[in-house]
């Protein structure tokens, strides 16, 4: 069965009315009066968004990005009732492994676009061919190119429709994945209550909590200070959390209004959640940030902020088995939002196979360190083809 084939095809192509407006909203922007310093303490500095919103003006060229995305095959594939955008590229050789990857906010499948070919077809690039995957890049309900649902999703939801996806839409037996922010979460559930097919997973975060139950070790002096390190920086850096898991709908009246609003809300984010200069600009160029910022002004911005309703559920005892018996990998960066989880923490959920500490990085390994990315996908589904 030919997956790239299954469900409608699409071509992204925005009406030339919607850029018309966004051109007009982007000439009429209000820039605030600097109260603070004109770091990133306070938030994104003026002078960052004043070049972005220049650059979005006058040089960024969606046309070209649109011309990148619709190279590869898109299609919009019903599975329960939601409609489903999903990217994929079929993989060079004659068994190459389906591995789906998903992503969380703010970032959006763009953030792989550049190393779809690498993973689909190492041949063409200095790789060995029986590393080949076939990519699948699913947006979450209401992410990148997928219509909004009537309704708030949760995460384990999610999960069992990608894995509807892959063994009953596409028809596969035998896949991969990997999983980033929500993405992560994603992945966490399918392994753990939708376990048939999936040969392992990759995670870039821990992906949900242990329960600890009466009976299991007490938490190591490494788990210790993991926890306090990580509610240190929940303290400073967890409002966004707050506002978009019980007001997202009067947060999103700005950003769908504004583009200045919501590229400044989205640039600190990619800014903060990253390794980068304390002054500088966020790991990526200007173009990549519009564009995945586009793709939310495109889009709508309400959908992406629902799934922060169902952060407090992390905390509590979910149904289903507590552990996980699929083999886990985990890419872990040093300039994270949080912090890297020690390997103990982790094997209290998960059959931890690999657990990788990445010398930089951080939330967005797609853009800051795509090449050990793509070396840590080969070596960990290695053994599992």
């Known amino acids: 069965m030919n997956i790239a084939e299954i469900g409608r095809e699409t071509r992204l192509n925005v009406p030339a009315e919607v850029l018309q407006d966004l051109q007009v909203r982007l000439a009429a922007t209000r820039l605030p009066q600097q109260q603070a310093g004109p770091d990133w303490a306070t938030g994104t500095p003026i002078s960052f968004v004043n070049r972005l919103v220049q650059r979005w003006r006058s040089g960024f060229d969606w046309r070209a990005w649109e011309e990148r995305i619709n190279r590869f095959n898109n299609r919009l594939v019903e599975v329960d009732g939601v409609t489903i955008h999903v990217l994929v590229e079929p993989g060079s050789g004659p068994n190459p492994l389906p ?58 939801r999610v999960a069992e429709l990608w894995a509807k996806l892959l063994r009953e839409t596409f028809g596969q037996a035998h896949f991969g994945a990997y999983g980033a922010d929500w993405g992560s979460l994603v992945t966490a559930e399918w392994a ?62 700005g950003h769908t209004d504004s583009p200045a609003a919501l590229a400044a809300w989205i640039g ?105 990315l793509v070396s840590e996908l080969r070596e960990f589904f290695r053994p599992l083809r």
């Open 268 to 372: 600190e984010k990619f800014h903060g959640w990253s390794q980068p200069d304390e002054n500088g600009d966020p790991p990526l160029s200007l173009d990549e940030l519009i564009a995945n910022i586009m793709l939310y002004w495109v889009n709508g911005s309400i959908a992406p902020m629902w799934l922060y309703t169902f952060l407090g559920d992390l905390a509590k005892p979910q149904p289903g088995p507590r552990r996980s018996a699929v083999p886990a990998g985990f890419f872990l960066s040093p300039g994270d939002l949080v912090p890297p989880a020690p390997r103990e923490w982790m094997a209290r959920t998960y059959n931890v196979q690999r657990y990788t500490l990445a010398a930089s990085g951080g939330h967005f390994p797609g853009y800051d360190n795509a090449g050990q």
């Open 192 to 253: 753990r209550n939708h376990p048939e097919g999936l040969a392992g997973f990759v995670l870039t975060t821990p992906g949900g909590m242990p329960y600890l139950a009466e009976g299991e070790p007490p938490l190591c002096e490494a788990e210790l200070a993991w926890l306090e390190a990580a509610k240190a920086v929940t303290a400073r850096e967890a409002a966004y959390q707050a506002l978009q898991g019980t007001k997202p709908q009067s947060l999103a009246y």
């Open 99 to 156: 591995l789906v990857l998903t992503n969380g906010w703010p970032g959006s499948f763009l953030e792989f676009l550049d190393i779809i070919d690498v993973l689909a077809h190492p041949e063409r690039h200095g790789g060995d061919l029986a590393d080949a995957f076939t990519v699948i890049l699913p947006s979450l309900p209401g992410y990148g190119l997928s219509p909004a649902p009537s309704g708030p999703i949760a995460p384990a």
